[in-house]
């Protein structure tokens, strides 16, 4: 195929490695930023520049922000080849898929969104990798009339990436999911380090510390979009949250061994479910 990516961050930057890496793709890159276009195409993670046209490309994959994306279709899409698939590696979709799945069909193209479940602590081109998706979970959402054949090219797109492992299912579900697997951690991750006593750690802190701490430097323009545009199953899942560590904080405000000791167990109970569920799932 011959494919553009727009915008070359970390996930960008890393789709075009690993396709010029893994795959026989044609890979044009556009980034605002034009000195970071020429890096790609010094790194060989591009066949060419974007020179401003938008034909002739059978997949556009858009890798900006939420509000970015949006605003760069409505301002470009009417350029593009009609009946070009569009996808984007956003960690939102629901409403924000529905809108631009409306604003393709408008203009005679296809769209599917795709979210591949992978990052690092710090963003932009400099720290992309073509090896940023290996054996990472890759999630299409796809809607009700989506047709097989889209899919069908996102998933074969995801393997040649890296995925371990594809799952299939709805913009509204990705959310629902994605709001306990993703956001929340990251939400917790940037209250924890709002401790007074995080300047006086080093020395002090293993594993569990740099698990819990690593996200906290997320870029926080992107994260607020995301979080914003998923709020109500965010709460949701803030508020579950809370009522549990409510729970703990009784066991301790009233010395109460034998809860804590039921509640940990019962924790350490529904993990090693979990990790027994993950291990018969195919991939």
């Known amino acids: 195929m011959r494919i553009l990516v727009v915008g070359l961050g970390l996930i960008g930057g890393s789709v075009c490695k690993a396709l010029k890496k893994y795959t026989s793709h044609h890979v044009v890159g556009c980034d605002i930023n034009h000195d970071i276009e020429f890096a790609a195409l010094r790194d060989v993670a591009i066949d060419e520049e ?4 938008y034909s002739g490309f059978d997949l556009v994959i858009i890798s900006l922000f939420p509000e970015a994306t949006e ?24 409403a ?21 479940m992978a990052g690092k602590e710090f963003g932009g081109y400099a720290n992309s990798s073509a090896d940023l998706f290996q ?7 796809a809607f009700e009339d989506s047709s097989e054949a889209d899919i069908r090219i996102l998933k074969n797109l995801s393997y040649e990436l890296g995925a371990g492992k594809i799952v299939v299912t709805s913009p509204e579900d990705h959310d629902k999911m994605i709001a306990y697997t993703s956001q929340l951690a990251h939400i917790v991750s940037s209250a924890y380090v ?14 569990s510390f740099q ?27 803030l508020d579950t949250l809370i009522e549990n560590l409510n729970k703990y904080r009784k066991a301790l405000d009233e010395s109460d061994s034998a809860g804590m000791l039921e ?3 019962e924790g350490r109970k529904l993990k090693e479910d ?6 018969g799932q195919p991939n």
């Open 135 to 141: 054996k990472a979970n890759f999630i299409i959402a």
């Open 194 to 207: 709002k401790s007074p006593e995080l300047q006086l750690e080093c020395g002090f802190s293993g594993g």
């Open 50 to 53: 974007f020179t401003g046209s």
């Open 96 to 116: 924000f898929s529905s809108r631009v799945k409306a604003l393709a069909g408008e203009n005679g193209m296809r769209y599917l969104g795709i979210h591949p």
């Open 71 to 94: 605003t760069f279709l409505r301002e470009n899409i009417s350029k593009f080849d009609k009946k070009t698939l569009i996808t984007d590696v956003c960690g939102i979709k629901g």
């Open 274 to 279: 979990n990790l027994r569920h993950r291990v």
């Open 263 to 265: 509640l940990i167990a």
């Open 211 to 237: 698990d819990m701490t690593r996200i906290a430097t997320m870029n926080e323009k992107m994260w607020t979009d995301l979080f914003m545009q998923n709020r109500d199953n965010l709460i949701f899942e």
